[in-house]
């Protein structure tokens, strides 16, 4: 059974830095991509950034600039490293892990960390 941990959220004043981690267990093959989602009270979950095999990294427009995801795909782990923080990126923080293993297709959540960033 695919798991995926993530970490690394708190409450932080804005202009303040944080990193994410996300790490997968469970999983005999290399995810095709991961990426970050978050989800504030009262909002759909948006898409914050996402890495995918083969191609560049993409960002939401509103953390384009200030936040960096990296990845360790030996290791199906992700990173979210979050710089200048608003109060506006206030919101739940979750992994996923998406693509297509023996033409099926697979999409996994982690549990969510929160980030709260105070003005």
């Known amino acids: 059974q695919v798991q995926l941990a993530e970490s690394g959220g708190d409450l932080v004043q804005a202009g303040e830095s944080l990193r994410l981690s996300c790490v997968s267990s469970g999983s005999k093959f290399r995810f095709d991509g991961m990426g970050w989602y978050r989800q504030a009270p009262g909002k759909e979950r948006e898409l914050v950034a996402e890495?995918?095999?083969?191609?560049?990294?993409k960002y939401a427009d509103s953390v384009k600039g200030r936040f960096t995801i990296s990845r360790h795909a030996s290791f199906n782990s992700v990173y979210l490293q979050m710089s200048n923080l608003k109060p506006e990126d206030t919101a739940v923080y979750y992994c996923?892990?998406?693509?297509?293993?023996?033409?099926?297709?697979?999409?996994?959540w982690g549990q969510g960390t929160q980030v709260t960033v105070s003005s």
């Open positions: 890495i995918i095999r083969g191609e560049p990294p």
């Open positions: 996923n892990a998406a693509g297509r293993y023996a033409s099926y297709p697979y999409n996994y």
